[in-house]
Antibody, heavy 124, light 108 residues
């Protein structure tokens, strides 16, 4: 079955960096893009962007270009989220999620059919 | 950016039908996806493309989209349906996807 398994919780100081991993299994990773989202306490999810697992190209949502970096190691079927220069407001649960429409999307096709269990990143 | 409005809470008795609205300007021109999130868990896709149920989602879950309102309906509500529910659409003007604020479904 499709599984996305993320790394464990992180506690970081402001200004530090953190790297979250997301290991995919149960499907051919190159056939589905990987998205990154975050959810602050008591709020809805927020989309950070996605990585095309076929080409390795990353696309960032407007508010998340700069400090956020997506990467991929297909050999171990793992996607990564690196957040630099952490701020207190980055405290949230970070999720990876599979692109439901497959390898790419056009607007309305952006939805998330399988999610990782989430990684709590606390900046304090 | 495009704003999706959901009521903070909806309550329904067991066995009744819960209707969770997601309001926005001319939302009928958008494609709406819905997610269920139980406490302490990751979201689960329950409706894609306005009305389609992914495999494994019970037939009790259905979606509709008309005018300025999309609706997630859950018939024969059970205690296990208690969760937060989020609607999601693509906003072409800002090139991003947006989520509603979420609705907490309480089964009385």
């Amino acid at each position: 079955q499709v599984q996305l398994v993320q790394s464990g919780p992180e506690l970081k100081k402001p200004g530090a960096s953190v790297k979250v991993s997301c290991k995919a299994s149960g499907y051919y990773m190159k056939s589905y893009g990987v998205n990154w989202l975050r959810q602050a306490p008591g709020q809805g999810p927020e989309w950070l962007g996605w990585i095309n697992t076929g080409s390795g190209d990353a696309t960032y949502a407007r508010d998340f270009a700069g400090r956020f970096v997506f990467s991929l190691d297909i050999s171990v079927t793992t996607a990564y989220l690196l957040i630099n220069s952490l701020k207190a407001e980055d405290t949230a649960i970070y999720y990876c999620a599979r692109l439901g429409s497959g390898a790419d999307f056009a607007g309305d096709d952006l939805y998330f059919d399988h999610w990782g269990q989430g990684t709590l990143v606390t900046v304090s | 950016s495009y704003v999706l409005t959901q009521p903070p809470s909806v309550s329904v008795a067991p066995g009744e039908t819960a209707r969770i609205p997601c309001g926005a300007d001319n939302i009928v021109t958008k494609v709406v996806h819905w997610y269920q999130q139980r406490p302490g868990q990751a979201p689960i896709l329950v409706i894609q493309y306005d009305t389609d149920r992914p495999s494994g989602i019970p037939e009790r879950f259905s979606g509709s989209n008309a005018g300025n309102m999309a609706t997630l309906s859950i018939s024969g509500v059970e205690a296990g349906d208690e969760a937060d529910y989020y609607c999601q659409v693509w906003d072409s003007s800002s090139h991003t996807t947006v989520f509603g604020g979420g609705t907490t479904l309480t089964v009385l």
